[in-house]
């Protein structure tokens, strides 16, 4: 009866263990922009994802947007869920967030950060409604650059002269490395400006680079593909980095859609897992 009632409890329980995992990927695949808006809860409807999808995922970055300003305990408690997640979960990547209106105590909390390893942290102005043009905002990206945390940003072209004020916001903080999020959105076309600025000299600090997340969904064998392509090439293939945009958007749609661009296979693996595991997991400048 007890050996019974054991292999009926193991015959629940096995199968469980066996699909615990999403399915190692064939090549690596980094997956930059996986929001977690409801803790563990997230990470595994999304792995249920994955495995729906038949998508293996190496590493993935999880963010949340912290609320605020003034809303100090609950930014720092969602950092610190997301924190203790990445202790449980090997292959996320924390992507914490502060209020970039919290001056002097949002300054502190990502000092406290990045003492505790974090690699980089999402902030967005139109989820946080924030102005990019604020001295604050200047101030902690700045700070982000001192201590080599990454600053990831919104930029979907959803606040008018979006990438305008990101560009200007790059060229004031030289030292930051920024990873604006959807290459502009439709407004893609603006960021081949960099080659131009690339031309000038002690001017522009090539601290840029972009995921491509739901824009290359929309894209892939749309009429702009190819000007996507071409911009793609011009901002500089080791400066592109995948993602989902989950829950929005699944992994699976992105890597497809990064499959049907006319890319070369060697340029999309380094969109696939290479730039993103050279800026987020290599050694800190
Ligand atoms: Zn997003």
Redesign the pocket.
């Known amino acids: 009866m007890t050996r019974l009632f054991l292999l009926a409890a193991l015959a629940l329980v096995l199968p469980q263990i066996a699909v615990a995992q999403p399915p190692p990927p064939e090549t690596p695949v980094f997956d930059l ?1 996986v ?1 977690i808006w409801r803790g563990a809860q997230s990470i595994r409807e999304y792995e249920a994802q994955l495995r729906e999808t038949n998508q293996g995922v190496t590493r993935f970055g999880g963010l949340h947007m912290a609320v605020g300003p003034g809303q100090l305990d609950e930014m720092r408690a969602k950092n610190d869920e997301l924190l203790a997640l990445a202790r449980t979960h090997p292959s996320l990547l924390p992507i914490p967030s502060v209020h970039p209106y919290d001056g002097a105590a949002a300054i502190a909390e990502l000092r406290r950060l990045a003492a505790a390893g974090v690699r980089a942290i999402k902030l967005h102005p139109h989820t946080q409604q924030f102005d990019v043009t604020d001295p604050r905002v200047l101030t902690l990206v700045q700070e982000a650059g001192t201590l080599g945390v990454v600053v990831m940003m919104d930029n979907a072209n959803i606040i008018p002269g979006d990438s305008e004020n990101l560009f200007n916001l790059a060229v004031r903080a030289p030292r930051t490395k920024f990873l604006f ?1 959807h290459l502009g959105g439709m407004n893609f076309r603006f960021w081949n400006i960099i080659p131009l600025a690339r031309t000038t000299r002690d001017f522009w600090p090539d601290n840029l680079w972009f995921d491509i997340s739901a824009l290359v969904v929309l894209a892939a064998d749309s009429p702009i593909e190819a000007e996507l392509v071409w911009t793609m090439r011009n901002v500089g293939i080791d400066r592109l980095l995948l993602g989902s ?1 989950y829950p929005q958007l699944s992994l699976a749609q992105s890597v497809q859609a990064l499959d049907r661009l006319d890319l070369t296979p060697e340029e999309r693996a380094q969109i696939r897992y290479g730039n993103a595991e050279r800026l987020l997991l290599g050694a800190r400048e």
Do not use: L, V
Request: charge should be negative; proline fraction near 0%; glycine fraction near 0%.
């Open positions: 922009h929001h999020a945009d």
